[in-house]
């Protein structure tokens, strides 16, 4: 059974940084993609980073210069490394393993970028 457990969350001020984790454990087949999306309250989830597995990297335009995606393979993680975190990155932060077959997501951690 696959699963991913997202970590690094938290309370951070305007220009603040937090480095969110997101561990999978369980066998993972055909693997091509992991990514962060977030959602903020009354919105759609949106993606904000992605990381094929040739390497290849999308960003969100509004986390672009700012935001970093980057894996350690030897621990089955994806991180992701937020900088100058504005109060409109505020949302709940999902990881996701994309396959061929499925789909897994993280249970979401919450950001909050706050005075």
């Known amino acids: 059974q696959v699963q991913l457990v997202e970590s690094g969350g938290g309370l951070v001020q305007p220009g603040g940084s937090l480095r969110l984790s997101c561990a999978a454990s369980?066998?993972?087949?055909?693997?091509?993609?992991m990514g962060w999306y977030r959602q903020a309250p009354g919105k759609q989830r949106e993606l904000v980073a992605r990381?094929?597995?040739?390497?290849?990297?999308n960003y969100a335009d509004s986390v672009k210069g700012r935001f970093t995606i980057s894996r350690d393979n030897a621990k089955n993680t994806v991180y992701l490394q937020m900088n100058s975190l504005k109060p409109e990155d505020t949302a709940v932060y999902y990881c996701?393993?994309?396959?061929?077959?499925?789909?897994?997501w993280g249970q979401g951690t919450q950001v909050t970028v706050s005075s």
């Open positions: 996701a393993f994309q396959t061929i077959q499925i789909n897994y």
């Open positions: 990381l094929s597995t040739d390497g290849g990297t």
């Open positions: 369980g066998n993972i087949f055909s693997l091509y993609a």
